[in-house]
């Protein structure tokens, strides 16, 4: 990873495929995740972007998918879970989830319970460990979960904004990404990614090798070759393309 650099994007065009991160991204973050919403209007603007592109706009989060479907409109293509599901528009989440590995899942309860003020989050396989409301155990948390091994378990535990994720190899944005750029209504397009957090640096490197443009929302290090300051810019930047 190099230090980002502070390039403004070009223009996004017609013959794009978009790949938009939502908390951080489209919407900003609150202290608690339920009570994040798309601004008033912006889900048309999503819809109208959408239209200009032949449908290739995709919401990709690591939110459960069904989590996910409740805060963007349900017509656009949707993958929940770091890429795990995906759903087309209008498609219906699964009910079905699978679960992590009780290595994995008796391990977050564990360092949960020996830090007060976190919380475990689960979605489907992917285990989610908050700390927002306990900071300075970070240090504590980090190496509790490097001595628990998950890598066993052919898990993967990522750092990202005031949380620890564990997440099986597959839940992966950039492969996602990589598999949709070659079916319809993507194939053939330019991807576009824009994200502002840890988990989006895997989608970054899949579409700098795809050849694509990539736009980190905010401070701190990246794979991403142009950066938005905050969720704010990154509405203008997409009205833009609304507008034109
Ligand atoms: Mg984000």
Redesign the pocket.
């Known amino acids: 990873m190099t230090m980002g650099n502070d390039l403004k994007p070009p223009p996004l065009t017609a013959g794009d495929a978009l790949f938009l ?5 489209l919407a900003g ?1 609150q202290e608690d995740p339920d009570t994040v919403f798309l601004a008033p209007g912006l889900g048309k603007v999503l819809e109208n972007i959408s239209s200009k592109l032949n449908g290739a706009l995709t919401i990709i ?2 939110r459960d998918a069904e989590d996910l479907s409740g805060r963007v409109p349900t017509g656009l293509w949707r993958i929940g879970n770091h890429g795990l599901i995906e759903l087309a528009p209008d498609e219906v989440p699964p009910e079905e989830r699978a679960s992590a590995p009780d290595a994995v899942s008796g391990a977050f309860r564990d360092i949960s319970v020996r830090f007060a003020g976190t919380r475990v989050e689960t979605k489907g396989p992917i285990l989610a460990l908050h700390y927002r409301q306990a900071p300075e155990a970070v240090a504590g948390i980090e190496l509790a979960l490097a001595e628990a091994g998950l890598s066993d378990a052919g898990y993967r535990v990522q750092h ?2 005031f949380v620890f994720e564990a997440k099986p190899e597959t839940a992966h944005k950039g492969k996602a990404i990589a598999r949709m750029m070659g079916t319809a209504p993507f194939a053939g397009r330019r991807a576009v990614m824009i ?3 840890t ?2 640096e895997d989608a970054f490197e899949a579409v700098n090798q795809l050849g694509g443009l990539t736009v980190k ?1 905010g401070a701190g290090d990246t794979f991403a070759q142009y950066r938005l300051a905050s969720v704010e810019t990154v509405h203008e930047y997409l009205k833009e393309l609304a507008g034109a």
């Open positions: 991160d939502f908390d951080g991204t973050l989060s690591g990202g904004k994200g502002d957090d988990t989006d929302v």
